[in-house]
């Protein structure tokens, strides 16, 4: 490692202001600051100093985001597992059967190993994909920008390819994050400027420009020619009377969906890592959840005699769709959320009101997290305004009294 510090050294001079490199100065600081501590720090008494950096933030998210990632995979490839033996089908001519073949794997839905290989070879290239053309796009606006390359789209590359499905074709990855990237972040002057969250962005883009390969029943399972609703899209038609998994199967995760964001225990442990450290806001997480069940309760005791979705029980909708992901890893985004406490508390609130709100008075889009989110998102810095303002007025009456 000495070896390659002392390269590293020898060749600075060529990307600073000046340098014949200088530039590329951002991949070459990219690459040195990921392997190594910046050598660069503050010292004495003028700056605020913390134990956490916007690198060690986004290094913890993704830790975070750990369980569903594994969770992901596995529920991925036992899905389709499930879907090939009920078809009675042994094989699968393409390159991801070839590469089952060479490891020895079946498609045996009872072996963990093949649903997790299998899963893997699904979530993987989107994973792939999503880190090439957006980190393309991070590297282009540094440079152009003079800027270090931040670790904000570490997040995004990973919440990215767990928001999406198992079918969705590659280009389409391409473009969605490049959208989300671009649009979402970059015009706005990138990471800690945006006001939307760029993963939601980037899947709200593709929702409404590629609606056929991001909803509908036959997206969800990694199977051709295989069509399956979801536990939310079978409570859209017929109520919680409909839907085939059990509670405490969609509490795990076992169920079609989105690759990431099925399993509300994988969302649950990511939680619990995101709050003890002090990364995600557990008062935007309480009050969202607390919203959403209340106005579900609130909509179950009215009821409807032609909507399905009232009779759907707050304890359901935590564990369906992608309410848990969206509450844990998309709703705490500290850059696109309220700053202010007081202010989370609301803007929680009102996410977990309006997803509810899309969820059972739109028969039509019965998943309202991504659009309740994006829309608070906008409604964010009004909060804080609010809240900040409502404080100075507070102590300025405080001071006359």
């Known amino acids: 490692m000495k070896a390659l510090r002392g390269f590293l050294d020898s060749q600075h001079h060529h990307f600073v202001k000046g340098g014949k490199l200088e530039k590329f100065y951002p991949m070459y600081e990219m690459i040195d600051t990921f392997i190594y501590t910046p050598g660069e720090v503050s010292r004495g008494s003028v700056h605020v100093r913390d134990g956490i950096d916007l690198k060690r933030t986004m290094t913890t998210v993704a830790m975070a985001l750990t369980f569903c990632l594994l969770m992901g995979a596995y529920n991925t490839g036992l899905q389709a597992n499930l879907a090939l033996a009920a078809n009675g089908i042994t094989s699968v001519d393409s390159w991801r059967g070839m590469i089952m073949a060479t490891l020895g794997l079946g498609f045996d839905p009872a072996n963990c190993i093949s649903n997790f290989v299998y899963g893997l070879l699904f979530l993987l290239p989107v994973f792939l994909v999503t880190n090439i053309a957006g980190g393309f ?37 391409a473009v969605g994050i490049s959208f989300g990237v671009v649009f979402g972040k970059e015009v ?41 609703a979801t536990a939310l899209g079978q409570a859209a038609t017929g109520g919680v009377s409909a839907i085939t998994t059990s509670w405490m199967d969609a509490f795990y995760g076992f169920m079609p969906g989105s690759m990431g964001e099925t399993s509300t225990l994988a969302c649950l442990l990511g939680a619990i890592i995101l709050i003890v450290s002090g990364i995600g806001s557990w008062r935007i997480m309480l009050s969202m959840l607390i919203s959403a069940m209340a106005f579900a309760f609130m909509l179950n005791v009215i009821g409807s005699d032609t909507n399905p979705m009232f009779a759907l029980p707050p304890h359901w909708h935590i564990v369906l769709g992608g309410f848990a992901f969206g509450l844990v890893f998309m709703a705490t985004d500290p850059v696109s959320a309220a700053m202010t406490f007081k202010g989370q508390y609301f803007y929680g609130a009102l996410i977990g009101l309006m997803a509810i709100l899309v969820r059972v008075i739109n028969p039509a889009f019965p998943e309202g997290v991504m659009l309740a989110i994006l829309f608070s998102n906008c409604f964010a810095p009004l909060i804080d305004w609010f809240v900040v303002n409502g404080d100075i007025k507070r102590r300025q009456a405080r001071i006359k009294a």
């Open 137 to 173: 796009w991070e590297v282009i606006f540094a440079t152009v920008r003079k800027h270090e390359i931040n670790e904000g789209f570490l997040v995004t590359g990973l919440l990215f390819p767990l928001i999406l499905p198992p079918t969705i074709p590659l280009w389409q990855v």
């Open 188 to 228: 706005f002057g990138g990471t800690g400027k945006n006001f939307l969250n760029p993963a939601l962005t980037a899947r709200a883009f593709l929702f409404f420009a590629y609606p056929g390969e991001i909803s509908g029943d036959a997206v969800w399972t990694a199977v051709d020619g295989f069509t399956g």
